[in-house]
Nanobody
């Protein structure tokens, strides 16, 4: 499975930005709908942190407290793409945003933790100017 994150860029504080994660390379029977997708972010010198996740059907979403109410994760299974709409951006939201995919979730594999994910994209840079 390959994940391609895109849409990062420079935005002023208070502005909005949408990043996308396009997935490909699935092996039957695991189509895109089988994969939960998570967004994580990382700044230099810090550990990668969870931002948001969505289940394969899109019926369940999860957010870090730091982004709740400002970020919205969604997916279009017909396009094999997951989106992260970011609003009211703050300078502390600046980071490289990575998307990740997994067929495992629940129990031992909470979607809020990076070890739960099997595949990772290359990341897209989000810069927020104050």
């Amino acid at each position: 499975v390959q994940l391609q994150a895109s849409g990062g860029g420079l935005v002023q504080a208070g502005g909005s930005l949408r990043v996308s994660c396009a997935a490909s390379g699935f092996t039957s029977p695991f189509t895109f709908e089988y994969y939960s997708i998570g967004w994580f972010r990382q700044t230099q010198g810090k550990e990668r942190e969870f931002a948001a996740a969505i289940s394969g059907s899109g019926s369940n979403t999860y957010y870090a407290d730091s982004v709740k109410g400002r970020f919205t994760i969604s997916r279009d299974n017909a396009k094999n793409t997951v989106y992260l709409q970011m609003r009211s951006l703050k300078p502390e939201d600046a980071a490289v945003y990575y998307c990740a995919a997994t067929t495992r979730w629940g129990g031992r594999y909470p979607l809020t933790r990076s070890p739960s994910y099997e595949y990772w994209g290359q990341g897209t840079q989000v810069t927020v100017s104050s």
